[in-house]
């Protein structure tokens, strides 16, 4: 395992091996379930302080797991943060960014020409070492084109979706997303699969959980070790309930969804409990990137004392909701302040499985088991970096993050409505020009201020010690980096889902126009 | 028991009547525990997600007890805050404000000539009917004259201090603020009491828990139903802990003294345990007002997902952290979304005393038992007002709540670097005038908006209905309402704390200057 080389770091590395080791000749091999959630932000739980405490199914499991009140995405934005956590990287080694500007957030919109790359390992191909059969249900975003797609890279079923619910659609001048099971497609939204924009209501949570459930009793009966990656979409916009959760919540249509999506995870785990596997399967739960402040109240989650929302580097953009529960294995009600990101997940879940990670490539992720099992605090001092596009704009070390650099977005794009901090501003912090301060980074103590509203002196003995550690990590990240081929600079009309996989038998194929690529515009 | 009387509180009261008669009847005077904190913010306790989760003590409190979400004090500032809880009446009625400008807050500096009037009854005066003696233990607040000391009104013991815990101060200009034990005062801050400003370190919660510890014990030897207000003040600026508990939390010196305050009330509950009494004594957990940004992020607390803070009527300035204790009678692990308030404690603790309310007055306060003990959801509708000085800036009713008058605090105040609302900006409702919406009040849905950033539509359907019910609540309130003569108008430097009672054992009196009264200047 390759991890950014400071002097502290590689002792962790030496450490990780060794427990790695005692794993493997352990033999067992857990199954794993990732629940990721979408646009939900760290506030939305009720064990996180949502004020109406509608998850009792997420507080119950925090209750019975550890909960990891300092979590991160590895982007603010959904492709990326889902690329980072299923190979381990952060996105600008993977290749989910864009250098056509300096310091944007891009994704896969249908329009995207690009995807994952062939180069890149996921999580369940690696888990395939040791025989586990892994499905995604729910939303992919790595790319939908058929090279792209899911089967194509490590798992052995999909139901659901390559790219966002949006729609609908004029189907002449773009196609509505495909639904997948497996490599074909098997429907539309808006066409065969219902989302209804005025009242809010659509089965798909349902289905997916039901798509959840069949797969772990399938692998149950199998005695296959499996990974489940439960991506459901729930609580991204436009969001959606099933009609027995609409109007249930205190919060409104958000709130419905939050509620289904709990009630999910609950019937979940108490699956496993029911089939008596809980003790050998390990879960965890946490979302993409913070709460989509800019969709508005009734189209956007929370992101509690913390500063903005998706988009953004700030903690309201990348701090997430994150709990881990295996009975008998992580001890119930635990908090764990442990900095930690998505891309860990992959790291933890090859640890967890026996399995040596990649040793030809850098990875972001660390081995989390030490943290999570036996409650150490070797890690307390490894980086998060906050990337945005091509740029480093933050990073944090301990209990401090420094910003070097500053962007919310654009005043143009603030006229014009759409406000990633919407009810906050903090001069100087908020900015909305891109402020460099490379030379004199914004730093804050988490701890004291988790709003990011007061920078240290730069006068004082606190900033200038903190500088010190925190460049030579920056340096040391910096000057190792080798980014991956940028993914997200190419559109083509021509590349929607026209005619994916399958849409013959369904009588679905549309006819693309013809190709014509352009620079794909990210405004933030 | 007189309530605002729109129809549905009418039924209210006639309820309240008969589950009081049952408890009456019953024949049980359980001990009442009151822990009311100062300046303590909804955000501040792990369980309502302060992310650094320092409270093991108040959470636990909450797994066994029930948690109130929508709980709030009766103005956000500490004197009328303090005094409404005691006497169970609004501050505009029980005198704890100002006329002498608009909408503005005043409390009890010691430089005030009024205090809580010989014509409101307070709590401890109504529990001694019933045979409970009283303690308070830390800050009074509500005058420091002798006529208005605690002993004067109801309380058979005091160990604390009448004002904030300011100073030091040269005392040829302005005395030290004494600390009582009793009738008498046996010392002073600063002087006898030590508070380091540099280290923040002072013994003084630990002292407050050895009194209330001590009382508990006492009480309980004598078989003596007791009430025990115990109104520790160390998140207060300037913010001090003990020795042992500075430099431990994640979140400097503020996070040290929660962490105290929470040691202490796991030492509380934990001795009542020992005891065998808890199922014979309710606690009730609160705080004065909301955190108090304006100190900063060393001395100040956090108000979690909700707008600005102490001094304002927004929800970071009137919502509070709330939990009921009470093993055998709570079920444990609940939450209530009830919309509640620090007068209801008068009600309450008199309907658990088995006392009927005093019935020449109007209360504010309703009896939650029926919502504490048996889940109703009777009082749903109940409306919450809420006030700064002598004007109704607004009024919550369910989960609507309607702004008439929205104020943070005047452009000259913030050009001073006084901020009620760091880091947050809502365009129209964070006003830096006194802004007067009571032709077309501004209305959020608290639940789908927590953080009030985003006032209905004036001309939707939802708008008005709310404005309907909203409007025939405030009527009738302001109809009926009969101001109390205001207590906080007049300032004298001579009135200060010179030479209180057993000064001259200690010889610690000094000489007052002469008497030249002013009307105090509350500048917000």
Redesign the interface.
Known sequence: MRVVCAPTLILISVTICCSLTEKLSNGSSPNIIIMLMDDMGW?DL????????ETPNLDAMAAQGI?L??FYTANPLCSPSRAALLTGRLPVRNGFYTTNAHARNAYTPQEIVGGISKDEILLPEMLKKNGYISKIVGKWHLGHRPQYLPLEHGFDEWFGSPNCHFGPYNSSVRPNIPVYNNSEMIGRYFEDFKIDLRTGESNLTRMYLMEGLDFIRRQTEAKQPFFLYWAADATHSPVYASKSFLGK????R??DAVMELDYSVGQILSLLQKLGIEKNTFVFFTSDNGAALMS???ESG????F?CGKETTFEGGMREPAIAWWPGHIKGGA?S?QPANVMDLFTTSLALAGISPPDDRTLDGLDLTPVLLNGSHQLDNRPIFFYRGNEMMAVRLG?YKAHYWTWSNSLEELKEGINFC?????PGVTTHDQKEHTLQPLIF???????E??PLSVLSKEYEEVLRSVSAVVQQHQKTLVPGMPQLNMCDLAVMNWSPPGCEKLGKCLKPPTSAPWKCNWPH
């Open positions: 506030g009720g064990v996180l302080g949502q004020p109406s405490k909960l009140t300092n919540s205190q919060r409104g958000y709130g508005g109240p009734q929370s992101n509690g004392p500063l908090v302040l209990q919407p009810g906050q501003e903090v103590h988490l701890g004291r201020d988790p709003g509203k007061y």
